[in-house]
Antibody, heavy 120, light 108 residues
Framework: EVLLVESGGGLVQPGGSLRLSCAASGFTFNDFEMNWVRQAPGRGLEWVSYIRGSGNTIYYADSVKGRFSISRDNAKKSLYLQMNSLRAEDTAVYYC?????????????WGQGTLVTVSS | SYVLTQPPSVSLAPGQTARMTCGGNSIGSKSVHWYQQKPGQAPVLVVYDGRDRPSGIPERFSGSNSGNTATLIITRVEAGDEADYFCQVWDSTSEHVVFGGGTKLTVL
């Protein structure tokens, strides 16, 4: 069974940092591209970042470029999102999602999400 | 940047057919994916590559994609289909994934 479990969310002050993790199981992690997607309270889905299985190709949404950094540890079957210079508008539930083969592929499995709240 | 436009809401009675659109420039040339999201839950893939269904998704769910409009179709709508539905594509020009704003399906 494919499982994605996010962790690391919480309350952080504006300008602060947070590192999210996504633990994967039930599939060959390094064979799959992964994404972070977020959803602000009461809002729609917003793509955050993409990383190829090997980690050698990465894309970011304009809203987070230069502040967030995606990475992965295939040996630990884990995906990460380092978030720096956090703003109130980064408040959201953050989901990790597996991509079914190819950057244009569908997201066939999602985690349950972890809530990040940026507030003083 | 590439924009996907979805109507905010669709309402219909049980048993009717829901057609939810997703508009984008030449979207017919892209792979479009659709997700269902119920309150408090993670999104679930219901249609991929415009018209294909993942295993476990009822045959009532289908899709089409041509020109500037992709459509998610749900036949014989049930109360359990009430949810938000989002379309998604990859824009190779901007190297960004794009989600539509979502359509809230209400079953009266």
């Amino acid at each position: 069974e494919v499982l994605l479990v996010e962790s690391g969310g919480g309350l952080v002050q504006p300008g602060g940092s947070l590192r999210l993790s996504c633990a994967a199981s039930g599939f060959t992690f390094n064979d799959f591209e992964m994404n972070w997607v977020r959803q602000a309270p009461g809002r729609g889905l917003e793509w955050v970042s993409y990383i190829r299985g090997s980690g050698n190709t990465i894309y970011y949404a304009d809203s987070v470029k230069g502040r967030f950094s995606i990475s992965r540890d295939n040996a630990k079957k884990s995906l990460y999102l380092q978030m720096n210079s956090l703003r109130a508008e980064d408040t959201a539930v953050y989901y990790c999602a597996r991509v079914w083969h190819g950057v244009a592929g569908q997201y066939d499995y999602w985690g349950q999400g972890t809530l990040v709240t940026v507030s003083s | 940047s590439y924009v996907l436009t979805q109507p905010p809401s669709v309402s219909l009675a049980p048993g009717q057919t829901a057609r939810m659109t997703c508009g984008g420039n030449s979207i017919g040339s892209k792979s479009v994916h659709w997700y269902q999201q119920k309150p408090g839950q993670a999104p679930v893939l219901v249609v991929y590559d415009g018209r294909d269904r993942p295993s476990g998704i009822p045959e009532r769910f289908s899709g089409s994609n041509s020109g500037n409009t992709a459509t998610l179709i749900i036949t014989r709508v049930e109360a359990g289909d009430e949810a938000d539905y989002f379309c998604q594509v990859w824009d190779s020009t901007s190297e960004h994934v794009v989600f539509g704003g979502g359509t809230k399906l209400t079953v009266l």
